[in-house]
């Protein structure tokens, strides 16, 4: 009986220090990935993402769905590429937010005590991102189900006024 306890215990606390090492190995990873960059080649186009706003859109599933030969698991693959080709889009933009954060930080750091209120920009920014990242994860997985649209719209335009006011903010500290 002692035995099964002793392993048992060494079992959960092996399982405990498993679960510890891969919580800090993502919060070191996370941190990693917040740090990005503006490589010189990089260049930021909303237009990019103007697909998300219609990537997941019905109507060319119902348009699909009208052509001879249609089957469902046409349809399937369909909506599974679709929402692939979105999750990617959605990267891209979580990236692209990163490095315009972190371009705004740069500026942050170097800007006068004048510039106080651009402290209060980017921790709005990165609040408001947070949550309509959340609220897409969460719409996209609703559409998954067959439950709701998806719209990037918000997160797309929350994305170009961050940009307007990095680059309002460089010009104005670069004169």
Do not use: C
């Not at 010189?40 to 599933?61: C, G, K, N, P, S």
């Not at 001879?68 to 889009?89: D, Q, S, T, V």
């Not at 309509?132 to 709701?148: C, S």
């Not at 994305?159 to 010009?171: F, P």
């Amino acid at each position: 009986m002692t035995l099964w306890i002793a392993l048992s215990w060494a079992a959960l606390g092996g399982s405990l220090a498993t679960l510890l090492g891969v919580v800090a190995w993502m919060l070191v990873r996370r941190r990693r990935a917040s740090v990005d960059v503006i490589d010189e080649e990089w260049v930021f186009d909303i237009e990019h993402y103007r697909a998300m706003e219609t990537l997941l859109a019905q109507e060319d599933l119902v348009f699909l769905q009208s052509q001879p030969g249609y089957r469902a698991e046409i349809g399937e693959r369909w909506k599974r590429e679709r929402h692939r080709i979105f999750r990617l889009y959605f990267a891209e933009l979580k990236r692209d937010f990163r490095r315009l954060h972190a371009e705004a930080r740069r500026l942050v750091a170097h800007a006068d005590a004048e510039s106080a209120d651009l402290v209060w920009m980017l921790l709005r920014q990165r609040w408001i991102f947070a949550l309509r990242t959340a609220n897409l994860q969460v719409r996209l997985a609703l559409a998954w189900a067959g439950i709701g649209k998806v719209d990037a719209t918000p997160l797309i335009e929350l994305l170009e006024a961050m940009r307007a006011d990095v680059s309002r903010h460089a010009t104005l500290h670069a004169a």
